[in-house]
């Protein structure tokens, strides 16, 4: 039969995954699009509007 689990265990577990998960989430937060290995084009330059 299984025992159960003293106070203390439940509360180490349960910090433990929150570390973890919080660990994950930086992680995920912190990855980014790569970057391109060529610069953007420039972009084109706008007409301007003419107030007839």
Same mark, same amino acid.
């Given at each position: 039969? $299984? +025992?159960? !689990?003293?106070? @203390?265990?439940?509360?180490?577990? &349960?910090?433990?995954? @929150?570390?973890? =998960?919080?660990?994950? $989430? $930086?992680? =995920?937060?912190?990855? &980014? *699009?790569?970057? #391109? @290995? +060529? *610069?953007? =084009? *420039?972009? !084109? *330059? #706008?007409?301007? @509007?003419? &107030? +007839?």
């Amino acid at each position: 039969m $299984l +025992e159960r !689990p003293r106070a @203390a265990e439940r509360y180490a577990r &349960g910090i433990a995954a @929150a570390v973890v =998960a919080t660990a994950c $989430l $930086l992680l =995920a937060a912190n990855t &980014g *699009p790569a970057q #391109s @290995a +060529e *610069p953007p =084009a *420039p972009a !084109p *330059p #706008s007409v301007p @509007a003419t &107030g +007839e």
